[in-house]
């Protein structure tokens, strides 16, 4: 069973900083294209960041440039998303996703996306 399980969620105050983490278990990340994406309450989903199967490649939104850094080991099987200078804006589920194919950038797109379960981080004061 394919499994991406993430963590590092939480609250925190404006300006702080939090890592999230995806652990694979079922397939290796070798191959896949990872993305980062966040849904804020009453929005649609976004790509935030992702990293090309190389790890070469990399892409940001405007919104979260220099201050989030996207990044992989291949050798834990696990992708981290550091995120400091924290700001109300960036309250959402956020989940990660694997897959084989990228569509713009180095998001990776397609049915057989591997998807962890979300997890939540609220930036209030």
């Not at 191959?31 to 935030?48: C, D, H, L, M, T």
């Not at 199967?53 to 996207?70: A, E, L, Q």
Request: aromatic share 12%; with cysteine; charged share 15%.
């Amino acid at each position: 069973q394919l499994q991406f399980v993430e963590s590092g969620g939480g609250l925190v105050q404006p300006g702080g900083s939090l890592r999230l983490s995806c652990a694979a278990s079922g397939f290796t990340l070798d191959n896949y294209a990872i993305g980062w994406f966040r849904q804020a309450p009453g929005k649609g989903r976004e790509g935030v960041s992702c990293i090309s199967s190389s790890g070469f490649s990399m892409h940001y939104i405007d919104s979260v440039k220099g201050r989030f850094t996207i990044s992989r080991d291949n050798a834990e099987n696990t992708v981290y998303l550091q995120m400091n200078s924290l700001e109300p804006d960036d309250t959402a589920n956020y989940y990660c996703a694997a897959g084989p194919r990228t569509g713009y950038q180095c998001y990776p797109t397609g049915g057989d996306r591997v998807w962890g379960q979300g997890t939540l981080v609220t930036v209030s004061s």
